[in-house]
């Protein structure tokens, strides 16, 4: 089955309901209730399946993380207030004993969870080169990196990560956000979690913020289990908007994954643009992993240098409705300057390490027709 076909039948089964609505009811409450005290004990127990209180769980909730499995070809998924609250109860699941290895080249928000958070509590954290797998550190019990990094859209080998990480006995947790399953399954490559901001490209408009992670039903325990003890479970109308968004997964993703293709190819041949960052391109430094593992196309975000922060600047102020909004995966076309928003919290030596420029723009491509997009595009590089 196509995942566009999956996406808009998935996780119906986990409503049960008579008679069964084709848009399934919101549970906005934050308690069950129970007509005798033994199945209350099962349930809260956990001996029996069935709800009690909303932070332990919810109909919402569950439909959205069996859509998820279902999408990323997982036993079980759980989902998350946000994409910061899947990534630290994934990476505390999977740790072990063990420190925290994660790619240098990452979201600010994962490196804000290692250097603000873990290393305080004295979880050990380093940052390792992701497109090395050798180099991941000994004494790791769980490695973190996106399938396709942010900001600059770098494809890693996941499946060469993986068998490396299992070597030195640590677990793979994979950040797919930016890739999605529309292009990449990370579980059938070797990969143990997968975590996403369901924020972006699954609910896809922009109008709540999720988290989801999936893997083995050992491991989703794990981190479930972590998600309800700090609170960091989803609102019931959160994950039934998730769910609602997801319906259009497929749709969406063809068209804006298309779409960036063309918009990298024209920002390619555009002489005011130094460099153009998007894996569709045969000039990516990891075309061959969009061979091997993303059917040669890109993702639907991609990144661009212009010549210095001004130059940045005036191209935003031309344009005149593709907006600046510090997120992505929305139906809306949207940018941002990551030196500036999305990787503030790294120094500009680090920046400048990973290939962030003053003058980088990052683009997450939403649905809008392509010519329209071309021309707004054009016009905002004339000035
Ligand atoms: C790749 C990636 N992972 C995780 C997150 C965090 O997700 P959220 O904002 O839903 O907590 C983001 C947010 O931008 C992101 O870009």
């Excluded at 490559?189 to 699954?202: I, N, P, Q, R, Y």
């Amino acid at each position: 089955m196509h995942q566009a076909t999956r996406a808009v039948h998935a996780g119906m089964d986990a409503l049960q309901s008579e008679p069964t609505p084709l848009s399934p009811p919101i549970y906005q409450s934050s308690v069950f209730l129970f007509d005798d005290l033994q199945r209350a004990g099962d349930v809260t127990g956990g001996l029996a399946p069935g709800y009690s209180y909303a932070r332990i769980g919810h109909p919402n909730a569950d439909m959205f993380s069996a859509a998820v499995a279902e999408l990323e070809g997982a036993p079980a998924a759980a989902t998350a207030a946000s994409g910061m609250a899947a990534i630290l109860a994934a990476l505390l699941a999977a740790r072990g004993e063990g420190s925290i290895a994660i790619a240098e080249e990452i979201y600010g928000g994962s490196v804000a969870i290692a250097r603000s958070f873990l290393s305080p509590l004295g979880v050990a954290c380093t940052f390792f080169d992701a497109h090395d797998p050798e180099a991941i550190p000994d004494g790791a019990g769980a490695v973190l990196v996106e399938t396709c990094s942010n900001p600059l859209g770098s494809l890693t080998d996941v499946a060469a990560l993986a068998q490396a990480a299992h070597r030195k006995g640590a677990r793979l947790v994979v950040d797919n956000t930016f890739a999605t399953p529309y292009l990449i399954r990370p579980l059938s490559l070797g990969v143990d979690l997968v975590v996403h901001s369901a924020t972006k490209f699954l609910s896809g408009h922009g109008d709540v913020i999720l988290g989801v992670l999936a893997g083995s039903r050992e491991l989703v325990a794990a981190a479930q289990s972590l998600l309800t003890t700090f609170g960091a479970t989803p609102d019931p109308f959160a994950a039934w908007l998730g769910l609602r968004g997801l319906r259009t997964f497929g749709v969406r993703m063809e068209h804006a994954v298309q779409n960036a293709a063309a918009i990298a190819r024209m920002l390619e041949a555009h002489p005011k643009v130094r460099r153009v960052h998007h894996a569709s391109l045969q000039s990516h430094p990891q075309r061959e992993i969009a061979e091997r593992f993303f059917d040669g196309r890109g993702p639907a975000i991609l990144a661009f240098d212009l010549e210095s922060e001004q130059a940045a600047e005036q191209f935003v102020a031309r344009l005149r409705w593709i907006r600046y909004a510090p997120s992505l995966g929305d139906v809306a076309t949207i940018l941002l300057h990551p030196a500036t928003t999305s990787h503030r919290q790294l120094s500009p030596e680090e920046q400048a390490r990973l290939g962030i420029t003053p003058g980088t723009v990052r683009l997450s491509v939403g649905i809008e027709a392509e010519e329209d997009l071309v021309e707004e595009l054009s016009h905002g590089l004339a000035g």
